[in-house]
């Protein structure tokens, strides 16, 4: 194919609807600041995500951040979580002077394991940060019962689950923390940007302070923060997208169908079902290639990529390879198994709506051809 085909493309309003949204802005003159835009867009969200406070940032990974600094978690203490997911995720533990403990995955949903936690878990451990993967959930109800009764704050990574519910019961309402990504991978997008919800009604003034730089008035800082503001320009894109976005879902339900009637029972291909409990996200279509496929997952990824299939090795390496973690204890092969498996079997597809019907069928047939 002439076409590189990407493992993803952003959800993008019509120019004309955001040109309207520009002519405000410009109207208004407030392009940053907690403006009219971004303060809709955290109301609208509170109704899509289904809870109760949603706080808007710049970048997911400045949410994070803040996530952590707003719990107030002791200074050098543990965080219990997972390898397999991507570096922003331990990379926002260390940022706050926390240290990142690895605990192994589960390997039909890929999030952290929770019958391994408790045995990571030390006199110096004050939080788990677990991770939705790929948009299947954690075990929510495991992991409280563990973080209450260690008495353990529980933040949870949810770039993958916009949208997503667990028998009902909306995904942002677990834990005390959940942060959500708007990157343009995602598949709501304000191009950059991202929010935590929460339901500690307190956190609120909290993480309003922290990414503002701490400033509450022209002449009041209450806090040491930082800047991790949306802009009216990221909120108009949102704002639009929120329109978008189920329309996108529906679409890639109809590829999700497809992959899988293509692939489902090849021999060495797996591919990790949703738990009937949960309302799928779309965010990903994740395969699994075992040894008795034709090919190894590296070697099937080349032949793609020869054919500018741009699927991705998703997540690889997995961060306790990272040379920056990989001499923790808990980095260790040996305590990471499920991990350090998956982590060279794992391919993401192509998964976008507007993914044409002739590469769908052209993706397929690459992955079958004998």
């Known amino acids: 194919m002439d076409k590189k085909i990407f493992v993803t493309q952003p959800l993008l309003p019509e120019l004309e609807a955001l040109n309207e949204e520009l002519k405000e802005i410009w109207t208004t003159k407030k392009v940053t600041n907690a403006g009219p835009k ?20 710049n970048n997911g990974t400045l949410a994070l951040l803040i996530a952590l600094r707003a719990l107030s978690l002791p200074y050098g203490s543990e965080v219990i979580t997972t390898p397999f997911t991507f570096a922003a995720t331990p990379h926002c533990i260390s940022w706050n002077g926390l240290k990142p403990v690895f605990c192994d995955i589960e390997p039909e949903t890929m999030c952290i394991n929770p019958d391994k936690i408790e045995a990571a ?8 940060l677990a991770v939705h993967v790929y948009g ?25 689950v916009f949208s997503t519910k667990i028998n009902g019961v909306d995904i942002g309402n677990f834990g005390d923390i959940t942060m959500f990504s708007f ?32 400033i509450r008035g022209e002449e009041v800082v209450e806090d040491i923060g930082i800047n991790g503001k949306m802009n009216e320009l ?5 704002l639009l997208n929120l329109d978008l976005y189920k329309e996108e879902q529906a679409k890639r339900k109809i590829l999700r169908e497809y992959y899988t009637s293509r692939l489902e029972g090849i021999k060495g291909i797996r591919i990790p079902k949703m738990p009937p409990s949960v309302t799928d996200s779309y965010q990903y279509y994740p395969i699994v290639i075992e040894d008795n496929f034709r090919v190894s997952r590296d070697e099937l990824y080349a032949q793609l990529r020869a054919k500018n299939i741009y699927a991705r090795k998703y997540f ?40 044409e019907e002739e590469y769908r069928v052209k993706i397929c047939d690459e992955i079958l051809r004998g």
């Open 38 to 57: 971004h303060n809709l867009l955290e109301e609208k969200l509170k109704e899509h995500l289904g809870v109760s406070n949603v706080s808007l940032c």
């Open 121 to 128: 878990i030390t006199p110096n451990t004050s939080a788990i």
């Open 136 to 160: 299947f959930p954690c075990n929510v109800e495991k992991i409280q019962k563990i973080a209450d009764k260690h008495s353990l704050k529980v933040i949870y990574d949810g770039a993958h």
């Open 183 to 214: 990157h343009a991978t995602k598949l709501f997008t304000t191009i950059e940007g991202g929010c935590l919800t929460y339901q500690d009604d307190t956190l609120k003034r909290k993480i309003y302070n922290l990414r503002n730089f701490g």
């Open 234 to 238: 990221q909120a108009a894109v949102g």
């Open 316 to 355: 690889y390496p997995i961060c306790s390879d990272y040379d920056c973690y990989k001499e923790l204890p808990s980095a260790s092969k040996e305590n990471l198994p499920v991990a350090n498996d998956l982590k060279n079997r794992v391919l993401c597809l192509p998964f976008y709506g507007s993914l």
